[in-house]
Every structure is written in structure tokens, then in C-alpha cells.
């Protein structure tokens, strides 16, 4: 039963890359139009999030163990939130205003969306 259920994960997997790649080829390329500077140590930032109605970038920065909350329409680091331990990952819920953050150290930090506590 394992395998079966791995093949089909394959098939559909090989399926979705196929649909995928045609859809690309019909779009237009990408274009850098900014870039936006964090703070700390360059390095491999992890996962991100986007709060699409509050244009906001939530970014996973590993390298610094921060939260980076970044304002999409002035392009600016507006909040770095401290000891996030091996910050591994950010995900957004709209309709909570909640920021989750996973970490190496196994945990899930919660922050609200207003003041990011």
C-alpha cells in the first residue's frame, strides 16, 4: 500500500511540473524592481510569508535568528524580532493577524500582527 501511494505522488508530482512548466512559458519574464536591504549577516534566508492586504514581507532570517517584518510599499526593514533560534520557517494567517514562526529549537512562536507581540 506504501508504494502505491508513493507512485502516485510521483505521477502526480511528474503531472504538475508538466502543467507547470507550460504555464511558465506562456508568462512573462520576471523583473527585478527593487531591492530591499535587511539587517545583520548575509546568508541563507530561509522562508518567507506575505500579508498581501497590509503588503508586508514576513522573512525567516536564519543567519540572524530574527522574524524580519519588511513594509512592501516603502521597500523598508520595519521590525526585527530577536531570538528566533535557528528560524526555520513563517507562516501567515490573514484572518487571525497571526504570525507563526518554526524554529530548530522545536518550537512554534506566535506573534499578532498589530504590534507583533
Known sequence: MRSISIA???VASG???IIGGLRAADAEPLVLKSTIRSKGVAG?????????????????NK?????DIIDLKSG???????EQGKVS?????ADLDRIYVGNGAGTCNCFEGKEYK
Open 44 to 60: 541563507k534566508l530561509d522562508h518567507l510569508a506575505v500579508d498581501v492586504k497590509g503588503e508586508r514581507l514576513f522573512l525567516a
Open 89 to 93: 520557517g513563517v507562516a501567515y494567517a
Open 63 to 67: 543567519p540572524n535568528n530574527t522574524l
Open 8 to 10: 502516485s505522488l510521483l
Open 76 to 82: 523598508k526593514l520595519v521590525k526585527q524580532i530577536a
Open 15 to 17: 503531472i504538475l511540473s
